[in-house]
C-alpha cells in the first residue's frame, strides 16, 4: 500500500452507537471562529495530522483566520495509547457519532478502505459537512457518487492527500492552470516501486533483492502486491484522470501492468540506450477520449521524471499554454500525507466560515475511454535471433505488415547468442502485439524477450 | 530580463485623459457572471492572455462558473497590430481610463517596471478592483505598499505569474502547505542563466560562448546583466521570502551574486566532485529571522535541483511536515506567464462572484533579516599551492584559527602546478571571509581560485 499508513488497520466500525463523545465544553461550532474537526481513523496520518493542528494551531489561526480544534475521533481500539496531545474522551469507537457530533463542522477521513468510509463520508455530506478524505481507494471505486453528493449538497469534498501524499496536484490543475488546456499528466505515484526500480538501476540488483530492501525500509508491505502489481498506482491515476480532464473513471478503468516482469537485464539495456525504468501512471485526453494506464516505461535519461530517485514520486503535467510542468516530492508518509490533509482542511474550514468553495472538480462528465488497445505508444523490443542472412529482412517484413515503423535497430552479440533490439516510432498497441504474435512464428526468432513502451516521439 | 517579455516595450501612460474605451455594449458588471476585464500592457504575456480568454473562454464558463471578457487594454501605441481577437476601439493609450471603465471589474497588469504601474494598481485597489501582476520589479520594490492596500481594501492582489512563470507557487505555499512550516525555499528562478550553466556543463564551454547561444535562442537580451549579475533572480528571491514567511523583503535586502565569475574550470571541478553549478536564490527563516541571497551554487548530482536543465525554472520547498517539495517548469515565455496570470484572474473572477479572497499573502510582518555576515554554508575553496612540506599545516591552521572546519581535501597536480581543492564543513560567511583574507598572507599559498558555496551538510 505505499508504505502511507493509511489508516494503518486503524479502520473503525460504522454503526451507530450511543456513545456521546466530546462534551467537555471545549469546542465551538464555525460560527465563532472555530471549526470542530472529526477524525475518521487515527493511524500514521491521523495522528500526524492531531499533532500539527496542535503545533501550528497559532500560525493557521493568524494565517487564514480560522482556529481548528479536534473535537472527536473515531477508533477501532479505543483502549490503544497514541501519542497524540488530545483527551482520551475524545476518542470513541463509534464512527457515526463523530460525523453526527454537533461540534463537528468538518470530517476528516483516514480510515483506508471502501467501507465504511462510503457510507460516513457520504452521512457527512448530505449532513452538509465538509469531508476532506486521503482514501484513494474510495475516490478511485466510488468517486462519482461521492463528488455528485457534494455538488449536490453544494459542500467541500476535498481529496489533496489522496493522489501524492504531499504533492499539491490538485490547487495546480484546478486553479493555477484553470485556464488553460491539460493534454497529459505522467505521474511516479508509488513510492516503493520507484525505490526498487532506482536501487536495481543503480545496484544491478534483482528486483527481489531490491524488494527486500524496500521492505526493511518500510517502504514495501509484506504483501507487496498492491505495489509491485500497479493497483496502487492504477487507483492514483484513475483519481488524476478525475482531475485532471473532469472525467468519470474508476480504478478498473486503467489498464494496468506492474513492474514484476522487469529484469536487471531491462533496466541495463534501457541504460545502455540512454533511458531510465520507471513505473508512470498516464493519463491523457487525444480527441475528446481519455486514456487511462498504468506500466513499466522507459525515460529518456534528460526527461525530468528520469531523474526522480528513490521513494520520491512526482507528477508531470503538460498543458497547451503552461508547457511542462513537473511537482516532486514525498507521496507517502504519515506527516506529508497529513501536511496535505491539513492544506485541506484549512481550505474547507476557510470557506465554512467565509461561505465560498475550495477546490472541488465539479460534476464528472461522461467522457469515452479510450482502450488500451488503441493508444499509441514508441516500443523497445529484444530478441534472440539466428544470426542469419535475411533474418532481418524476414523481421522488419512483419511490422511492416501491421504499420508499424522501426526508429532503430542494434544488434548485439554474434553467432548463436545475436540479438536484436529495437525501439519502433508510434504504434499503435494493437498493432504492436499482432506484430509480436507475428515474429513469434517466424522460425529464426528463437524468443522474444522484453516488450516495454518508452517515452519519447509525441504526436 | 529572462526572456519573459514583461511588457516588451509595451509601456503605457498613466495620466488620465478623455478617451472612452469599450463602450460597444457587450460586457457587464460582475453580477450578471460576465467579469470585465482591463488589461494594462499588451506585449507577449497580454496577448498571449487575450488569445487564451478567447480560446478558453467557454471551459472557464463550465468549470469556475464566470464568464471572462477583455473590455479595455491599454497600450502605448494603439495603432501597431497585435493580431488578437479583439475589437481595435478596445485599445487606449490612457491606462487610467482602463482602470476607472466602469466595466473593468478586475486590472491585469503586465506593463512591467514600477511607474506607472504602481499608481495604476493602487488605483485599482482602492476603487475596490481586484489586481492580478506578473511584474516582478514592482512586487519586489513596493510590494508592501501594494500588500497594505490590497488587504485593507478588502481586494484580491494576486501575483502568481511574477516568481517563476507558469509555475505555480503561491496556491502551493499558502494554500496547500497552509498548515506547515516552511524552512526554507530554494529556487532556479532565472532560466538565462539555468540555460548558460548547462551548456558550460554540458560541452565545457566558457561563460561568453554559452550566453551567445541564449542570446541567439532568444533566452537572453542584448543587455545580459539583469540576469547574468543576479538582479532578476533577487527580485524574484524577495517575492518568495514575502511568500513563503510573510516576511517584508524588498529586492535591495537580497544579497547577491552572479555568474560572471564562474569559470568553465569551476564547472569541471565541480563535476569532478559529484557537483553541479546552479545560481539559486535561496530564503530562509532561521529562529524568526529570514535571510535571503542568490548566488552561485555546487549542488550534489543526486540533489533534485542538479537536473533542471536548460532554460527550465524550478522551486525546491522544504518545510516541516511536507518534507521536501519541487515544482518545476517553464519560468518565463510569453504563453507559461499567460497561464499563470489566467489563473489567478480566473480565481479573482470567482472571488468577485461568490465574495470570497484569492490566495492573498496578508499582511507582512517585520521580521529581522538576517545579513549574509551570518548566514552558514559549506564552501569550495581551491588554491594554487608551493608544494613543500609544512604547507597544508600552515594552511589548516588559518582554517582553524577562525573556526572553519575542513571536511575534505584533494591536492591536484604536483610541484609548481600543486592546487589544493577544500570543502568545508558549515561556516559562517564572515568566518570564511575572514580566513580567506588570512590565507592571501601565506606566503606558501601563490593565489585563491574560486571560492564557491556548497549545498550539503544541513544544520
Redesign the interface.
Known amino acids: 500500500m505505499d508504505a502511507d499508513g493509511e489508516g494503518s488497520g486503524e479502520g473503525v466500525t460504522g454503526h451507530l452507537g450511543d456513545d456521546v463523545v466530546g462534551g467537555d465544553g471545549s469546542s465551538g461550532g464555525a460560527a465563532d471562529g472555530v471549526v470542530g474537526v472529526g477524525l475518521l481513523g487515527c493511524g500514521n496520518v491521523g495522528s500526524?495530522l492531531i499533532r500539527?493542528?496542535e503545533d501550528?494551531g497559532d500560525?493557521?489561526e493568524t494565517?487564514?483566520g480560522v482556529r481548528l480544534e479536534v473535537v472527536a475521533v473515531a477508533v477501532r481500539d479505543v483502549a490503544r495509547d497514541r501519542d497524540v496531545p488530545l483527551p482520551a474522551r475524545r476518542f470513541t469507537d463509534d464512527a457515526a457519532s463523530v460525523v453526527d457530533h454537533p461540534d463537528v463542522d468538518v470530517v476528516v477521513e483516514v480510515m483506508g478502505g471502501v467501507e465504511p468510509a462510503r457510507e460516513l463520508v457520504l452521512a457527512a455530506l448530505e449532513k452538509g459537512k465538509p469531508v476532506v478524505t486521503a482514501n484513494k481507494e474510495l475516490l478511485a471505486d466510488v468517486g462519482k457518487e461521492l463528488f455528485d453528493t457534494a455538488e449536490s449538497a453544494g459542500v467541500d469534498l476535498l481529496f489533496?492527500a489522496s493522489v501524492a501524499g504531499?504533492?499539491?496536484l490538485i490547487?495546480?490543475l484546478?486553479?493555477?492552470?484553470?485556464?488553460?488546456?491539460i493534454r497529459r499528466v505522467m505521474g511516479i505515484v508509488n513510492g516503493t516501486t520507484n525505490y526498487v526500480l532506482t536501487r536495481m538501476a543503480d545496484d544491478g540488483s534483482p528486483l527481489a533483492d531490491a524488494l527486500a530492501a524496500a521492505q526493511e525500509l518500510g517502504y514495501a508491505e509484506a504483501d507487496p502486491t498492491a505495489d509491485v502489481e500497479g493497483y496502487d498506482a492504477a487507483a492514483k491515476a484513475a483519481i488524476i484522470a478525475m482531475i485532471a480532464f473532469?472525467a468519470r473513471v474508476v480504478a478498473g478503468d486503467v489498464y494496468r501492468e506492474g513492474i514484476s516482469g522487469v529484469g536487471a537485464g531491462d533496466i541495463a539495456a534501457a541504460a545502455d540506450l540512454g533511458y531510465v525504468v520507471k513505473l508512470l501512471a498516464v493519463a491523457e485526453e487525444v480527441d475528446g477520449a481519455v486514456a487511462v494506464r498504468v506500466h513499466p516505461t522507459m525515460v529518456p535519461v534528460?526527461h525530468?521524471l528520469?531523474?526522480?530517485?528513490d521513494s520520491?514520486n512526482a507528477l508531470f503535467i503538460e498543458?497547451d499554454?503552461?508547457?511542462?510542468?513537473?511537482?516532486?516530492?514525498?507521496g507517502a508518509?504519515g506527516?506529508?500525507t497529513?501536511?496535505?490533509v491539513?492544506?485541506d482542511?484549512?481550505?474547507a474550514a476557510k470557506?465554512l466560515v467565509?461561505?465560498?468553495?475550495g477546490a472541488t472538480i465539479?460534476p464528472l462528465a461522461r467522457k469515452p475511454l479510450r482502450p488500451i488497445d488503441e493508444v499509441e505508444s514508441q516500443f523497445y523490443l529484444d530478441m534472440e535471433v539466428a544470426d542469419q542472412p535475411g533474418v532481418l529482412a524476414r523481421i522488419a517484413e512483419r511490422f511492416g505488415d501491421h504499420g508499424v515503423s522501426i526508429r532503430s535497430m542494434q544488434q548485439r552479440g554474434i553467432g548463436a547468442e545475436a540479438r536484436l533490439v529495437f525501439i519502433t516510432h508510434r504504434a499503435r498497441e494493437a498493432d504492436l502485439r499482432a506484430t509480436l504474435a507475428d515474429l513469434r512464428s517466424v522460425e529464426a526468432v528463437h524468443h522474444v524477450g522484453s516488450v516495454m513502451r518508452v517515452l519519447g516521439e509525441e504526436p
Do not use: K, Q
Open positions: 500526524a500539527l493542528v501550528h500560525t493557521i494565517r487564514a489533496e504531499g504533492i499539491p490547487r495546480p484546478r486553479e493555477s492552470l484553470a485556464g488553460d488546456r473532469g534528460r525530468p528520469a531523474s526522480v530517485l520520491f498543458g499554454a503552461v508547457g511542462e510542468l513537473m511537482l516532486t516530492g514525498r508518509g506527516l506529508p497529513a501536511s496535505a491539513l492544506g482542511l484549512v481550505d470557506n467565509s461561505g465560498g468553495r465539479g
